[in-house]
């Protein structure tokens, strides 16, 4: 099993659509978790770390569950240039930094 | 504009060859670190550093070196390229290694 687990998808969703994706992560010791946006051939750029409490930055929820070991991001009112890929990232310690291998979205008109 | 810039931007080298992938930052921060990014398995791990001076293995370190001279520079270097080496290369650094890692526009290495 590997250590954090994405859906490839892709995701297709209308304009104005609600999407949610999952990252499960195998490591009960974690400590850090973000999400990460990747355009293609481009790098990876952080979107949002998650908290404890769960968090918002306008369009974007972000949740996780420890209880059941994963991640998760809300994307509200979805927009074309939401397309991408969205990359997981956990934090387990001494520099053990773990991306998933990321859920691509496609937003259509 | 303060940032991550590597060098270069895409390069193809015959196998055999040795390349030194460049990564400069000047944001002050102590971890930096290099991973490639292939089809299919995502960013991998190749070293890391946490600190002038000091750097570690990750998850793919064979076939590569690093060195931490100072701060700002954290070059990666194939002392006999193979192409299995074929992949996008990034180079990141954070405040520390739990923060968030912001990452260079990448290096495109095709060996062949």
């Known amino acids: 099993r590997k250590e954090v687990e994405q859906d490839p998808g892709p995701f297709n969703v209308p304009e104005g659509a609600t999407v949610a994706f999952n990252c499960t992560y195998s490591n009960s010791a974690s400590q850090s978790f973000f999400w990460y946006r990747q355009d293609c051939r481009k790098e990876p750029k952080l979107l949002m770390s998650?908290?404890?409490s769960g968090n918002e930055d306008g369009r974007f929820t972000a949740q996780l569950n420890r209880a059941s070991q994963y991640i998760s991001l809300l994307i509200r009112d979805s927009k074309l240039s939401d397309s991408a890929t969205y990359l997981c990232a956990v934090y387990s310690g001494t520099y053990k930094y773990i991306f998933g291998t990321g859920t691509r979205l496609k937003v259509l008109a | 504009t303060a940032g991550i810039t590597q060098a270069p931007t895409s390069q193809i080298l015959a196998a055999g060859r040795s390349m030194t992938l460049r990564c400069t930052q000047d944001m002050r921060h102590n971890a930096m670190y290099w991973y490639r990014q292939d089809l299919g398995l995502g960013l991998r791990l190749i070293h890391y550093?946490?600190?002038?001076?000091?750097?570690g293995k990750g998850e793919v370190p064979d076939g590569y070196s690093v060195s931490r001279a100072n701060t700002d520079d954290f070059p990666l270097t194939l002392a006999s390229a193979v192409p299995s080496q074929t992949s996008v290369y990034f180079c990141?650094?954070?405040?520390?290694?739990?923060?968030?890692?912001?990452f260079g526009d990448g290096t495109r290495l095709s060996i062949l």
């Open positions: 998650v908290y404890s």
């Open positions: 550093s946490n600190t002038a001076g000091t750097t």
């Open positions: 990141a650094s954070s405040v520390e290694g739990s923060q968030p890692q912001h």
